[in-house]
C-alpha cells in the first residue's frame, strides 16, 4: 500500500461519517478520560457517556473514586457492560493513580499499562487524546485497515505497528476517531463494505 493512497482513503473515511462525540472526547480531566475510555470497552459510546458524566458528577477525581465503595459504583455504571469487572478495576485503578502518582494520571505508555483495566487499546486511545502521536486499535480499526489492505493482520499490536509503518506520525492520533466515527456511521456490514470497496479503489 502506498503511504499517499493510505491518506487520501483516511481523508475520504473523515467525509464520509457523522459528527458524534467518543467516549474519550470532551472530560475536563486526563483522569475523567482514562476513566470513561476503561468503561467504554465493548459498550457503546451513547450509553458510556452519560454513565460517565454521573459518575463524575459524584467522583470527579481519582482521590474520590479511590475511596467509593464497589457496591455505589456498580449501582451507577449498571448499563455498561461488564459493570461487576469494570467497577472493581476503576476503583482499584484510582487507588493506584492516587498512590503511585501522587494522583495524576501517568502520561507514560509503560506506565499505562500498570493500571487495573487499562491494556495497550485503553492506552494508545488515552494518549491521543490527551495530544500523544499513537494509534488505538479497536474493532473498527482492525475492520477497516484490513478491507481496505492498509494491514494484512488481525493481531491488534501487529496492526499498530502496520499502520504506524504506513501513517506519517503527524497522521497517528486521527487515525482511531476518523475510523470508529465512520465504523458507528455506518452500521450495516453491508453498506459499510460498500462504503469501503468504494474507498478502496482510490489510487
Not at 93 to 115: A, G, M, T
Not at 117 to 129: D, P, Q, Y
Not at 141 to 166: A, C, F, R
Request: charged share 35%; hydrophobic share 35%; aromatic share 6%.
Amino acid at each position: 500500500m502506498n503511504p499517499k493512497t493510505a491518506l487520501k482513503q483516511l481523508r475520504i473515511l473523515g467525509k464520509n461519517q457523522k459528527e458524534m462525540r467518543l467516549a474519550a472526547e470532551s472530560w475536563s480531566s486526563p483522569f475523567q478520560i482514562l476513566i470513561s475510555t476503561i468503561m467504554s470497552a465493548r459498550t457503546r459510546d451513547e450509553v458510556t457517556i452519560p454513565i460517565a458524566e454521573k459518575l463524575f458528577r459524584k467522583y470527579p477525581d481519582s482521590k474520590k473514586l479511590a475511596k467509593s465503595k464497589l457496591s455505589e459504583i456498580q449501582k451507577i455504571i449498571r448499563p455498561v457492560n461488564f459493570y461487576k469487572n469494570k467497577s472493581k478495576n476503576i476503583i482499584e485503578c484510582s487507588k493506584q493513580i492516587v498512590k503511585d502518582y501522587d494522583s495524576k494520571v501517568p502520561l507514560n505508555f509503560e506506565e499505562l499499562i500498570k493500571l487495573r483495566g487499562v491494556g495497550r487499546k485503553t492506552a494508545n486511545v488515552f494518549l491521543s487524546e490527551v495530544g500523544h502521536k499513537t494509534i488505538g486499535v479497536d474493532t473498527h480499526v482492525s475492520y477497516i485497515s484490513q478491507k481496505l489492505g492498509w494491514t494484512k493482520h488481525k493481531n491488534p499490536h501487529k496492526i499498530e505497528k502496520d499502520l504506524k509503518s504506513l501513517f506519517p506520525k503527524k497522521h497517528w492520533n486521527r487515525i482511531n476517531e476518523t475510523l470508529v466515527r465512520f465504523g458507528k456511521t455506518h452500521t450495516s456490514r453491508k453498506e459499510k463494505d460498500k462504503k469501503l470497496e468504494e474507498i478502496g479503489r482510490v489510487r
